[in-house]
């Protein structure tokens, strides 16, 4: 029982007969009684905050997809087209840039040196300078034409014609004739010289140009010759590195 109940009971028991001055100051100290009880229970305990009803907890959402369809895969790029000009060789077989044929392991170079002849220079002018074009576009036979030199306005092209019976003989200067098969020439590359494609020069019958210093093979007194090399023959070939020396400037072809 709290001790307001004790009171209570307490003042039930006064007799009637208790003066009235008596029966307030009891109700006094039932008050106080009261208000002293509260504060030594003090306030009504809050619930630890483990024991509180936690929120339910949501499910994980499921990740995002992407309703975009998948880009189709890039194609490949075209191939481009081939070409038949000699490996390596560039723009000195476009028809465009005027060129030296240097023999390897020569400090000269081919050139018209007398009466239409060609020989070894070592002057690198005009007469030395060549172009080299293709009779048909796309084709692998070419022109050899001077580059400087005019007859009558026109270029001349290189020949190697054998002498009688398939001898050596000199190379020469004439008209150009896209039928003459020994002023059409094919170039094929057989290595490099200090960094630099070289190729051996012939036509289509196996007549190569080579270099003879010494004489001692055509007996040309140029120190360049035109002869056949085939099977069984020595290895006489020149290769030959072609040094572009710039734009040329060629009259149009008839």
């Not at 028809?95 to 070592?122: C, H, M, Y």
């Not at 590359?189 to 200090?194: F, L």
């Amino acid at each position: 029982m709290d001790t307001s109940s004790h009171l209570e009971e307490f003042f039930v028991r006064i007799p009637s007969r208790v003066p009235a001055t008596t029966a307030v100051l009891a109700g006094l100290l039932l008050t106080s009684a009261c208000a002293a009880a509260e504060e030594v229970a003090g306030p009504a305990a809050t619930p630890p905050a483990s024991e509180a009803p936690s929120a339910p907890v949501s499910p994980p959402s499921a990740p995002a997809t992407s309703s975009a369809p998948a880009s189709p895969p890039s194609s490949s790029p075209a191939a481009k087209p081939t070409t038949t000009r000699p490996a390596g060789g560039g723009d000195v077989f476009s028809g465009t840039r005027q060129v030296n044929l240097l023999p390897k392991n020569s400090e000269a170079t081919l050139g018209v040196v007398q009466d239409g002849k060609i020989g070894l220079s070592e002057k690198f002018g005009d007469a030395d300078l060549f172009v080299l074009t293709a009779v048909k576009p796309g084709g692998d036979r070419y022109w050899i034409r001077t580059a400087k030199l005019r007859k009558g306005g026109e270029p001349s092209c290189l020949s190697a014609k054998l002498g009688s019976g398939g001898k050596p003989a000199a190379v020469r200067i004439t008209a150009c004739d896209a039928a003459a098969s020994d002023q059409l020439f094919r170039f094929r590359k057989t290595g490099e010289s200090n960094g630099k494609p070289t190729y051996t020069i012939r036509t289509g019958k196996d007549t190569y140009i080579i270099q003879d210093p010494t004489g001692e093979i055509a007996g040309t007194g140029t120190g360049v010759a035109a002869v056949s090399i085939g099977e069984g023959t020595p290895d006489i070939d020149t290769p030959f590195i072609i040094a572009d020396r710039g734009k040329a400037t060629m009259p149009t072809l008839g």
